[in-house]
């Protein structure tokens, strides 16, 4: 993240709001565009035997499809992020559309698993663009509007968008092979991103006219080029050990610790970081926010991977039965999101997310070949609670705790350390279901589930930053 003194920023917007300044026509295509990534990231789970019988590929290889999106949009949060803060948010936004258009039409139309994967990495970079632009010109909005923060609506519903929509790709994907064949995973994502592409057009104030005056030199060290690669590198030898498992990679973990040390004394010395490891060891209250979401993450996406291989396997689902069980989930976290996003509320949420996700991982412990099927509908909706008080007080909190100059990057980070407990979490379920999918496996998930819990629930418990109430304004707009 940007040092605190860096004289960076986005260029200043055109225009000043008037009448409401964040009525549906400024939300929508931020919405839309931010609903893009957790979407894609489980849309392609049900193309991949199609793909794989269409291509002439065994189907174990098609699960690069998945791995390429989450390397992608790791590292391409915080980045979008930082490039917002330079080059401005609207710009990167639109960046971002193009980049969708482009690997939504180049994998419609792949003859081959190496196009499938440029398109899906595209995509991913793409897709990661929404997020940390839209917390950006939320908040310029705000500023611009005379409010010290927005209404707490409009972060819940960019979290709704952000994060409670993943698992809705998992019965939409179903819907779509089974009508339109596996491309249209890929292509159904150029009509949506033309949408967003026309409403910011014509809704988003475009960014002031950009610094021409700025050498390549003197641009490359406010992206802080040197910092990005090496946060790319240090995260892409992470994630390719993590995904390895349960085939333990150790020369990449050996490899990986080597860049994270490295990238950690460049940015010490580095005039606009970033990655701010000074900011972050000061500011406890954002690291511990960034904590909370992954282990949070990584309860969540054990149940969405995990228990769904479960179903398919043990009870007998098909694959859009299956996503349509976890549907429930993805309806009560946004109806959690809401009236924690309006109340502004930060400490009580996120308890309830640690105590929820100890709840659900205990419920796990009860399935079984015999148990009611509803049962898992019932855990679900527990981890749904989770995932809805997480992500809403957990925005809330890191929009009070980063600093304004410093928000896309911070956005992009909180994204990234979900892709970490997501990756996790398929880490977990990978290991224990490496020989086959049974009761006795998901048994030994639940209490891995159960340990992650726990310490949640004693890190959230233990913060005592979280008794201190971010003082953003209750006030709707008219």
Same mark, same amino acid.
């Given at each position: 993240m940007p040092s605190p003194r860096s004289s960076t920023s986005a260029p200043a917007v055109v225009g000043t709001p008037s009448g409401r300044p964040f009525s549906w026509r400024f939300t929508t295509p931020?919405?839309?565009?931010?609903?893009?990534? #957790? !979407?894609?990231?489980?849309?392609?789970?049900?193309? /991949? !035997? #199609?793909? @794989?019988h269409g291509l002439g590929v065994p189907v174990g290889r098609t699960?690069?499809?998945? *791995?390429?999106?989450? /390397?992608?949009?790791?590292? @391409?949060?915080?980045?979008?992020?930082?490039?917002?803060?330079?080059?401005?948010p609207r710009r990167v936004f639109l960046a971002g559309i193009a980049f969708v258009v482009a690997g939504g039409l180049l994998g419609g139309f792949a003859q081959n698993l190496l196009t499938l994967l440029v398109s899906r990495v595209l995509i991913g970079l793409g897709t990661s663009c929404a997020y940390p632009t839209a917390m950006l010109l939320i908040r310029r909005r705000a500023q611009e509007s005379g409010l010290d923060k927005p209404p707490g609506t409009v972060l819940g519903g960019l979290q709704i968008a952000a994060i409670a929509t993943a698992s809705l790709g998992l019965p939409l994907g179903g819907v779509l092979v089974g009508a339109l064949g596996w491309r249209a995973v890929f292509l159904v994502n150029v009509p949506v991103a033309l949408a967003a592409l026309a409403a910011t057009l014509a809704w988003v104030p475009p960014d002031g006219p950009p610094d021409r005056t700025r050498r390549l030199r003197g641009i490359a060290a406010d992206l802080d080029v040197i910092g990005i690669a090496g946060f790319a590198t240090a995260m892409i030898t992470l994630l390719l050990f993590l995904f390895e498992l349960p085939t333990a990679r150790w020369y990449l973990l050996a490899m990986s610790a080597v860049l994270w040390a490295a990238l950690a004394l460049w940015e010490l010395r580095a005039r606009t970081p970033f990655l701010d490891l000074r900011l972050l060891a000061r500011n406890r209250?954002? *690291?511990? *926010?960034?904590?909370?979401?992954?282990? !949070? /993450?990584?309860?969540?996406?054990v149940v969405l991977y995990g228990i769904t291989q479960w179903v398919q396997t043990v009870r007998g689902l098909s694959e859009t039965e299956a996503g349509l069980l976890l549907l429930p989930m993805t309806l009560v976290s946004g109806l !959690?999101?809401?009236?924690?996003?309006?109340?502004?509320?930060?400490?009580?949420?996120? =308890?309830?997310?640690a105590l929820a996700c100890l709840l659900g991982s205990a419920g796990v412990l009860l399935l079984g070949t015999s148990a009611w099927i509803?049962?898992?509908?019932?855990?679900?909706?527990?981890?749904? =609670?989770?995932?809805?008080?997480a992500a809403a007080g957990n925005q809330i909190a890191l929009y009070g705790q980063a600093p304004a100059e410093q928000l896309g990057t911070a956005s992009g980070l909180l994204r990234t350390f979900g892709y970490l407990g997501s990756i996790a979490a398929s880490a977990i379920t990978g290991i224990v279901f490496h020989?086959?999918?049974?009761?006795q496996g998901v048994h030994l998930?639940?209490? =891995?589930?159960?340990?992650?819990?726990?310490? /949640?629930?004693?890190? *959230?418990?233990?913060?005592?930053t979280l008794r201190t109430r971010p003082s953003i304004p209750l006030k709707e707009q008219p």
């Open positions: 931020l919405f839309l565009g931010s609903a893009l990534n #957790p !979407v894609n990231s489980s849309l392609i789970a049900t193309a /991949l !035997v #199609p793909i @794989a699960a690069a499809l998945v *791995t390429a999106l989450y /390397l992608a949009s790791a590292i @391409a949060q915080p980045t979008a992020g930082k490039a917002a803060e330079v080059f401005g209250a954002l *690291t511990s *926010t960034y904590l909370r979401f992954g282990l !949070v /993450l990584i309860c969540v996406y !959690v999101i809401s009236p924690v996003s309006r109340r502004n509320l930060v400490r009580g949420p996120v =308890i309830a997310a509803g049962w898992v509908v019932v855990v679900t909706l527990v981890f749904g =609670i989770a995932m809805g008080a020989t086959r999918v049974s009761d998930i639940a209490w =891995i589930m159960v340990g992650v819990s726990v310490v /949640l629930v004693l890190l *959230t418990v233990a913060d005592r």
